[in-house]
């Protein structure tokens, strides 16, 4: 499904260049849930960010679905991020002054869905996260497993065939963290290919495949 050819990111000039990437190159499989583990700074967030289409390889090649993503145009990786690509974060991003059920929304209001068919898989999304009693709570009337708990509604919305997970159990105690962590084990066993960044040792084990890497090579 994704497959990284010798992918390098560099960033600055001359003296003061910084290799985050260097010369990555491995696959992910369709239904796969792997971790990407190493020490902060090595490069797993500048990885993920080429991968999800949010950056483009100073050199080597970046390819989703057969498709080499450098030779795509910033409207069409506009668009596979947000109809095939589903992004949860540590923090998860939900816009304050909206509810859950509209936070949930917003990628198909981006994609052109119709009011009705958003609501309908809005509800949906929040249901399979049993927030269906939270739909209208605004993010500071939720906890924080709440928060993350509709986060992942909105990486779903859009039915993506990957998602992208960077620390998303970093900000939650350990019950709430393996409460997601089986979310995303759930996702993978329906075909969806999760790729997840984790400190988290034991969280890293449940996953079908760990990557470790370290000053921006995999080892």
């Not at 039915?159 to 997601?180: C, F, Y």
Request: with cysteine.
């Amino acid at each position: 499904m994704i497959r990284l050819e010798d992918v390098t990111k560099t960033h600055g000039e001359d003296a003061d260049v910084v290799h985050a990437v260097r010369g990555v190159s491995f696959s992910l499989e369709r239904g796969e849930f792997v971790a990407l583990v190493g020490p902060s700074g090595c490069g797993k967030s500048t990885l993920l960010n080429l991968i999800g289409c949010l950056d483009r390889p100073t050199s080597g090649t970046v390819r989703l679905q057969d498709r080499n993503v450098e030779t795509l145009s910033d409207d069409e990786l506009a668009t596979i991020r947000n109809r095939r690509i589903g992004f949860v974060f540590q923090f998860h991003n939900l816009l304050p002054r909206l509810d859950a059920q509209a936070n949930v929304e917003l990628p198909m209001l981006y994609a052109g869905v119709d009011r009705a068919a958003r609501r309908e898989r809005a509800r949906a999304q929040l249901d399979r996260m049993g927030l269906a009693d939270r739909v209208g709570h605004l993010p500071s009337q939720l906890s924080g497993g709440e928060r993350q708990r509709v986060a992942i509604a909105r990486a779903l919305v859009m039915e993506p065939s990957l998602v992208l997970a960077d620390e998303p159990t970093g900000n939650l105690d350990t019950k709430r963290g393996w409460e997601i962590l089986e979310i995303l084990r759930g996702l993978a066993a329906t075909g969806t290919t999760v790729l997840m960044v984790t400190h988290d040792t034991e969280m890293a084990a449940s996953a079908s495949r760990i990557l470790t890497m370290r000053d921006g090579v995999l080892v």
